[in-house]
């Protein structure tokens, strides 16, 4: 029953990283929740729930990475493996696509409503006198005070060229593995590691910009619910990329994947490509127009 | 025999079917359907909701019809020996097509009433409602009545709620207010809602009246009413604990009748109202 | 010529924990889902019969309305995520490995995880029914603000939701990859059982929707806890967009509680009517259309918020669309009935009652689709009425019917036929006195998710109560039978029924742990 042929099903054998993995992300929310209850256990208990998870995240990928490597899928898992990875994404495309909905209802929607648009005037007059209709806005309370608005040709325009670079340097990256250079593979997934980690820095220098200096807030209404939520979002998705392209340069070095079978290579390539159509969303939506 | 009782038991099944669909329509006199209502929309409503209603019968007597047929006739303990068809393009496209006529036809008299329903044209007089966790407040906002205003709220007393006194004797038991809202007949009455709080919805089955109080959003509505009475309704959206304790009585008044409670709504209770408003 | 390669040398005979805690056989999933969803479905029932306890007469008798609205919030929320999309992934599990000729699904350790999120899911959600402030209480929708004011409990619920995202996320991710991937040679598309087809559609709008609702929760614990304004007007933001967010979910999910069971009854009737299935083609195109146009259909929830009347028109009649496909099925289970040689086994049984109550479930919906009518039924038991004909007959019957046409395969045992049919029986008479009742109250306004109530709908309340109780106490009946033919019986055949077709019926009963170590070449 082991005969590891080209045509043969696979199927792995039983594994607790699952059981463990459930555990530890629940631990990890428990931990969340009884923090935002002011329970005091609640933040010790939400970072281990975090370490572990981390933790057997990383043993169960290892366990994925070992087997691969011993030769052990075949052509049919690593389709399988395929449609999982564009299916996952398509799942984070419609997570942001809930953020990128409540901008667009709340800019062509909610916003002008309560500044008295058509048929709802009498909001307006009624509720919330003297509330001009405008974008960004903090709302007719002006929540958080007085703010300034993030530009668009500063930081998030410099953020925008590194994110597009790095795509550009991701695919000489794989172009290299095709066609089995090592040197463009190596070079080219390092420079889009420190792009990547370069746009994070500018991000958190933006974060820094905006809390210290202008005033935009997570608090600063709904421009800035729905700026940092947006933002903050991708951001998490742009470090976790950043992440698994290093475990993908580490396995490089290694002498993993061949030009005929290198699934771990190319869902981190279409990952990171997703969370760079996403950025071009926010920079022309949230930042631009 | 066997095959008797069964046939017995399948018509007396298919009798039921009708009867619990007719008993809807029979039983309209005794509160088992939608109320006709007192206002032109209310009517309108009421007729569009009996035209669906008795579409979807004639449709299920068809449906149904085949199918009871079919399991009463074409089963094995019969002799009766399947077919083998699967497939006809033409009867698929019959019906595809003869639902989608239907459907237009439910379409249009509705479109018109809804449209109907949403003409806020030029009215006689604005009422203001807002919700509260858990009672109503109503606000005159034009015309004579203008500066009155109070709170409505269950007047039904506690003790016939938990059981402790009778309840079966209070016709309105759950359907009462202390404050009832007065509205003038014949009048285009525009109702703007809000809520100081969570969601609530403003409704009256009589008037076909219902809508969302939405807090930081003004909802607009109107009817017109054309019999004097007593007409009640009840808070239609979750709102918390006693959702189900905030009725709505409104008393519809003709003309010289609505003037005389005005003018009985004493300066002293409109500057009482002035008062709480500040 | 394929072989299957098990990679098992290691654990040859594991103890019992060990095997269902790690396991990554499709079958054990499988049975783990479906007990996990029959302890559910039990949870939840007892909620709903703590509410009609309470509504049995008018006045105050069993519990604080606060916890009458938990009840029903809980018992929603168990109902949907716990009992019958669990059900059906279990079904998935199970079957569409068998159907497709495959050996398990394409992804075993994901599915493993799939099922073991559940149970830490809904011990979080149960949980909260012992903390300060009470479990949930705003209702399965969660509309803000009201949701806001939920207790210590909130957190756990968005975070348990967002498990249950999780688990059904990577649950149709398995099931996409399994169908696209683990056909055996010459299964098709088009060839494809149509249980597999409708699993394929609901696990596509599964993986389009769950994150949808993982964002909007998320919304909520910010708007609570962080101060974003996403749902206040004071912030530039709007209640009623958690609504349009929520149900753009919303909507869908309620045909990922159907497309399932249309597949379901769809293997059923052919197989009692010992013919074919009419029109399968027009059974992929309209299952698939019934999708699409879920997406764009979620506002007829909202036609009371006060939205533009242009918006309430598009609403209408795209809702009133879906007549159109969901109409193709219904004929083309009739016409497969038609002239047919039938016989009425308890799964025949079931799956009849599906399509009549089904339908009639539909046509309560689409007078709700119609707006203007809508004013007067929105939020009463009307509406509560559509929504149990539809799920309760519908979803829930077309699960049974499955339990009773598959269990004979799986154990290897027919089931007892007598107490099947005395189940299908008394639950389509309770199920009938139960909801149908609701329709006459509800029309008459009586509005939902109130504890109390005014005595015009006494009679039909009590009624409602009565036959609740009756169909509880039926549903004691289905575990028993579940049990008893889990644990022996007479031996069933391969085939098990007389005119079944597909390649499950090709197998061993009970089938062997890997399914086909061999895939059957298919014409
Ligand atoms: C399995 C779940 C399920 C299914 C399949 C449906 C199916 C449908 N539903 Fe239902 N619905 C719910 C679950 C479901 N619903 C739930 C849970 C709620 C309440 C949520 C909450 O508020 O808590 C709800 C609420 C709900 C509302 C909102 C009511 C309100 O709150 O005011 C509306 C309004 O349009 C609606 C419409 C429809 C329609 C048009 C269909 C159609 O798909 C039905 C189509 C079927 C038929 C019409 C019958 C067969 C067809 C023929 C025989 C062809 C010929 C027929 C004609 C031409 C008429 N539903
Ligand atoms: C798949 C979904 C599903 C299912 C299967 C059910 C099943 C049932 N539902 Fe539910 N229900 C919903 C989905 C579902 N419901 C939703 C979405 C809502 C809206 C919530 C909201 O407003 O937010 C709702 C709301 C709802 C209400 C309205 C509450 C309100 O507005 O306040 C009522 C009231 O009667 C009700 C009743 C029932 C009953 C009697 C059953 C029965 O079919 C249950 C039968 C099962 C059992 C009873 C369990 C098995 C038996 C035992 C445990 C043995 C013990 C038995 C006895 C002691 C008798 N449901
Ligand atoms: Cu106010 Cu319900
Ligand atoms: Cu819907």
């Not at chain 2, 938990?162 to 359907?175: E, S, T, V």
């Amino acid at each position: 029953m082991s005969s590891h042929g080209e045509n043969s099903y696979y199927i792995p054998h039983g594994s607790y990283w699952p059981i463990f993995m459930s555990v530890s992300l629940t631990t990890l929310l428990v931990g969340f929740s009884l923090l935002l209850n002011e329970v005091p256990v609640g933040q010790i208990m939400m970072f281990v729930g975090l370490a572990m998870t981390l933790f057997f995240m990383f043993q169960w990928f290892r366990t994925v990475v070992l087997e691969s490597e011993h030769g052990t899928y075949n052509e049919q898992v690593d389709l399988s493996f395929r449609w999982g990875m564009f299916w996952f994404i398509f799942s984070e495309v419609m997570f942001f696509a809930a953020f990128f909905g409540a901008l667009y209802y709340a800019r062509i929607l909610s916003v002008p409503w309560i500044g008295g648009a058509g048929s709802e005037l009498t909001t307006n007059t009624q509720l919330w006198a003297g509330f001009e209709s405008m974008w960004p806005t903090n709302g007719p309370a002006e929540l958080g005070g007085d703010y300034k608005i993030m530009g668009a040709w500063g930081l998030p325009a410099i953020n925008t060229a590194l994110l597009l670079t790095s795509g550009v340097t991701l695919t000489i990256a794989h172009h290299g593995l095709l066609e089995n250079h090592r040197k463009p593979l190596i070079w080219g997934l390092v420079a889009t590691i420190l792009l990547g980690v370069l746009f994070m820095a500018c991000q958190a220098l933006e974060y820094y910009e905006a809390y210290a200096h202008l005033n935009l807030k997570l608090s600063t209404g709904v421009y800035g619910s729905t700026f940092f939520m947006l933002t903050g979002f991708h951001g998490m998705h742009v470090t976790i990329g950043a992440i698994m392209l290093t475990v993908i340069l580490f396995r490089v070095l290694r002498g993993h994947f061949t030009p005929e079978q290198h699934f771990g290579f190319e869902a981190v390539a279409w990952y990171w490509h997703f969370v760079d159509v996403v950025w071009l969303g926010l920079f022309i939506f949230v930042y631009w127009l | 025999m066997k095959k008797l009782i069964s046939r017995t038991v399948q018509l007396s099944a298919v009798v039921l079917v009708a009867l619990l669909l007719t008993t809807q329509f029979a039983a309209a006199e005794y509160g088992l359907n939608m109320p006709k209502g007192v206002t032109q929309i209310s009517n309108e409503v009421y007729r569009l909701h009996m035209l669906i209603f008795w579409i979807c019968v004639a449709i299920a007597v068809v449906v149904y019809g085949a199918m009871f047929w079919s399991m009463m006739f074409h089963r094995k303990s019969r002799g009766f020996k399947a077919a083998t068809f699967h497939h006809s393009t033409l009867v698929e496209i019959v019906w595809t097509v003869i639902p989608f006529i239907i459907l237009i036809a439910m379409a249009i008299p509705a479109a018109k009433t809804l449209i109907a329903m949403e003409s806020t044209g030029s009215s006689d007089m604005t009422v203001k409602i807002t919700g509260y966790q858990w009672k109503w407040r109503y606000e005159y906002l034009d015309g004579d009545a203008k500066g009155v205003s109070f709170f409505s709220s269950l007047s039904t007393p506690l003790e016939q709620i938990n059981g402790d006194a009778d309840r079966n004797q209070n016709p309105n038991y759950l359907l009462e207010v202390d404050n009832a809202l007065v509205l003038p007949t014949g009048k285009k009455i525009r109702f703007l809602l809000t809520s100081s709080d969570v969601i609530h919805a403003w409704w009256i089955p009589d008037f076909a009246v219902k809508k969302d109080a939405v807090p930081g959003f003004i909802n607009e509505m109107w009817t017109v009413i054309d019999t004097p009475g007593v007409y009640r309704g009840q808070c239609a959206e979750l709102c918390g604990k006693d959702h189900g304790f905030m009725p709505i009585v409104v008393i519809a008044k003709d003309e010289p009748e609505y003037t005389a409670w005005l003018s009985q709504q004493s300066d002293a209770a409109i500057q009482q109202a002035k008062i709480e408003l500040e | 010529m394929s072989t299957a390669t098990v990679d098992d040398h290691h654990d040859e005979h594991p103890g019992f924990f060990k095997r269902w805690i790690t396991t990554t056989n499709h079958k054990d999933i499988g049975t783990l889902y479906l007990l996990f969803s029959l302890l559910m479905f039990f949870v939840g029932g007892a909620m709903a019969m703590v509410i009609r306890a309470e509504l049995y007469i008018p006045g105050l008798q069993w519990v604080e309305p606060g916890f009458f609205n938990s009840m029903t919030t809980m018992h929603a929320l168990i109902m949907i995520f716990g009992a019958v999309m669990p059900a059906f992934t279990g079904l998935a599990n199970w079957l569409i490995p068998m159907m497709v000729g495959g050996c398990d699904m394409a992804l075993p350790r994901l599915n493993n995880w799939s099922f073991w999120i559940l149970p830490f899911a809904f011990t979080m959600l149960l949980s909260t029914l012992f903390m300060p402030g009470g479990a949930p209480a705003g209702g399965w929708t969660m509309y803000p603000p009201l949701v806001l004011q939920t207790g210590n409990a909130f957190p756990f619920v968005i975070f348990s939701i967002h498990l249950m995202g999780i688990s059904s996320i990577m649950g149709s991710i398995n099931v996409v990859a399994t169908i696209l991937n683990m056909r055996a040679p010459g299964m098709t598309l088009l060839k494809m059982p149509l249980f597999v087809w409708t699993w394929l559609i609901t696990a596509y709008l599964l993986i389009a929707t769950m994150p949808v609702l993982a964002g909007a929760v998320t919304m909520l614990l910010t708007d609570k806890y962080f101060a974003t304004s996403f749902f206040s007007a004071a912030g530039g933001g709007d209640p009623v967009m958690f609504q349009h967010i929520f149900w753009f979910f919303g909507h869908p999910e309620v045909y990922i509680l159907i497309l399932p069971a249309f597949g379901i009854v769809s293997h059923i009737i052919p197989t009692f009517a010992r013919k074919p299935l009419f029109g399968y083609s027009s059974m992929v195109y309209a299952t698939a259309s019934i999708a699409f146009l879920s997406f764009i259909v979620w506002a007829h929830h909202m036609f009371t918020v006060g939205m533009p009347l242009v918006g309430e028109l598009f609403f209408m009649f795209s809702t009133m669309l879906i007549a159109v496909p969901t109409g193709v099925k219904v004929f083309n289970w009739i016409a497969t009935m038609w002239r047919g040689s039938m016989t009425f086994e308890t799964p025949m049984l079931f799956a009849v009652g599906f399509v009549i109550m089904f339908t009639l479930g539909g046509f309560s919906g689409l007078m709700l689709a119609i707006a203007p009518a809508d004013f007067q039924y929105h939020d009463t038991y009307f509406v509560v009425a559509h929504f149990h004909y539809v799920l309760v007959p519908g979803a829930v019957f077309a699960i049974m019917a499955a339990g009773y046409f598959w269990l004979p395969k799986w154990t290897g045992h027919m089931y007892n036929e007598t107490l099947g049919k005395w189940h299908f029986w008394l639950s389509t008479i309770f199920v009938n006195l139960t909801f149908f009742p609701m329709h006459f109250v509800g029309l008459a306004g009586m509005p939902r998710r109130i504890p109390d109530y005014s005595l015009q709908f006494t009679e039909f309340n009590t009624m409602a109560s009565i036959g609740s109780f009756g169909f509880g106490l039926s549903q004691l009946l289905f575990a028993f039978i579940v049990f008893q033919t889990i644990r022996g019986g007479k031996k069933a055949t391969d085939q098990v029924w007389e005119g079944a077709e597909g390649l499950e019926w090709t197998l061993p009963s009970p089938p062997p742990a890997h399914t086909f170590d061999v895939p059957p070449v298919i014409k």
